[in-house]
């Protein structure tokens, strides 16, 4: 199945009298509602039709729409419109209010093969969801039998259908179940779902990120199923803790001399306090890694770092100032592997780190000048170009996530700006990433580059990372070397 078989249609005929006024175009998060479920679509889908409303309100999403052609009986009129002008077998029926969709979860569904079935319909604790579902063409005449039978009620006709059933199970592996076909009937529905951790940092929102964009490198092999399932707990996990630190009333205040943290991490970590506010952070994360790596015994690193705080003190400055020899010899002394015990320590401190920059962004100053984050002091990990900022090229920190505007054309590691050791190569399959290497330091970084649509805020660089590691076999394959 692929999407030229299948087309989109959103179901906008609704008064919306509970919610008192039009929902459809009513500005959530800085957008009407229904681009919500446009944004959701169009990865997956080409061709959107919108159904129910043909006045012109919703022409600035430059889609068609069209009334129902027979009015008044609800959802199921917009649903026998829709097949009745399909000219594709399948359709994939959305409501409009609906801001939660997945484009991982909908990629799935349009992937699915139907069969003799008459719909794909996912199922919720016994409950239908007939407004996210993909319906046959052979449905429109039990559709225009039960409507000539009086009968408008959309879920009693799909209960005396033959209904392939999207499970709770498999929902789950691309967004939360209890969430993703949350419609608006009223504004405290809005409220709700803006206090989600998935709804006001798009930048942090590291699962959904994942969920929506990992289908073509999984299908590609780039990553396998047990990785999948670890980058999802590992993301999961960054989310949740950043989340902890923030509402804790006990993070650090910090100055103007205090950045880059690099250069007083022994102070930082010296403060009364902060082994208590990091400690709960260690074991879930340990958990994790050990639930991938069964072999692992993680019980004298644990213990190391829990216990001695001068231990603790030590791994994060050595994290901070990116010394990995002493971080190596630090997990050889405590029969951890190097790569491991680098691992934990960096994903333990990540979350705290990026909610103390949050907390503390009023003392950051625009510095195009550094390779170095201005806030922590680590190297970049990954870089974009905003085609809708002029072509800026905006740098993103591997360890605090900060993103800062950087020269277009001068090393990210090195810095040097000799154009002549600098170039950059990509795939002909997919121009949407280039590697961008420098031949006087040897060093490379991934480059996501935004078409001009697109958002930098709307772009997840932590994810990206994991999403592109073929891309650091290619450059380091070439003699790279990572950053």
Request: charged share 25%; glycine share 8%; with cysteine.
């Amino acid at each position: 199945m692929n999407s030229s078989d299948i087309s989109a249609y959103i179901i906008a005929g609704g008064k919306s009298s509970r919610f008192g006024e039009d929902k459809t175009l009513y500005r959530f998060r800085d957008r009407p509602l229904i681009e919500h479920v446009v944004e959701a679509i169009r990865p997956v889908i080409e061709r959107i039709t919108i159904i129910g409303d043909a006045s012109g309100k919703f022409d600035r999403l430059g889609l068609p729409s069209h009334g129902d052609i027979i009015s008044g009986i609800g959802p199921l009129g917009g649903l026998h419109t829709a097949l009745k002008i399909a000219d594709t077998d399948r359709i994939f029926v959305f409501a409009c209010d609906m801001p939660g969709l997945n484009s991982g979860l909908i990629r799935h569904m349009s992937h699915l093969d139907i069969g003799s079935h008459h719909a794909i319909v996912p199922v919720i604790d016994g409950f239908y969801e007939p407004l996210h579902a993909v319906y046959s063409k052979t449905c429109l005449g039990i559709v225009e039998h039960f409507i000539g039978e009086g009968k408008h009620q959309l879920v009693k006709m799909l209960k005396g259908i033959d209904i392939r059933v999207v499970t709770e199970k498999e929902i789950g592996i691309y967004a939360d179940p209890k969430t993703v076909f949350r419609n608006i009937n009223l504004r405290n529905d809005l409220h709700d779902l803006q206090s989600k951790k998935y709804g006001n940092q798009p930048m942090h929102d590291h699962v959904n990120y994942f969920n929506d964009n990992i289908a073509r490198p999984a299908s590609a092999g780039i990553l396998s199923d047990d990785l999948i399932r670890f980058y999802r707990d590992l993301f999961d996990y960054l989310d949740t803790h950043r989340a902890r630190y923030l509402d804790d009333a006990r993070m650090p205040v910090l100055q103007a001399g205090d950045l880059p943290l690099a250069g007083h991490a022994t102070e930082l970590f010296s403060a009364p306090g902060i082994g208590k506010l990091l400690h709960p952070g260690l074991a879930p994360l340990m958990g994790i890694v050990t639930s991938f790596n069964t072999g692992l015994d993680l019980k004298n690193l644990h213990a190391a770092l829990t216990d001695d705080r001068e231990t603790l003190i030590m791994a994060a400055d050595a994290v901070l100032n990116m010394d990995m020899e002493r971080l190596e010899q630090f997990a050889v002394s405590h029969k951890t592997g190097p790569d491991e015990a680098v691992f934990i320590i960096v994903n333990w401190l990540k979350p705290f780190l990026v909610s103390l920059r949050e907390k503390n962004a009023a003392l950051l100053a625009d510095d195009d000048k550094t390779s170095l984050c201005p806030f922590c002091g680590s190297r970049p990990d990954m870089a974009a170009i905003v085609t809708g900022m002029d072509g800026k090229r905006i740098l993103h920190c591997s360890l605090c996530g900060h993103r800062w505007q950087y020269r277009r054309i001068a090393c990210a590691i090195c810095g040097t700006e000799d154009a002549s050791q600098l170039e950059y190569f990509s795939s002909e399959e997919d121009l949407r990433y280039r590697i961008d290497v420098c031949n006087s330091c040897g060093g490379y970084i991934k480059t996501v580059r935004l078409q001009k649509f697109e958002e930098i805020d709307d772009l997840n660089l932590v994810v990206e990372n994991v999403l592109t590691a073929h891309l650091d076999s290619a450059a380091m394959q070439k003699g790279y070397k990572k950053p």
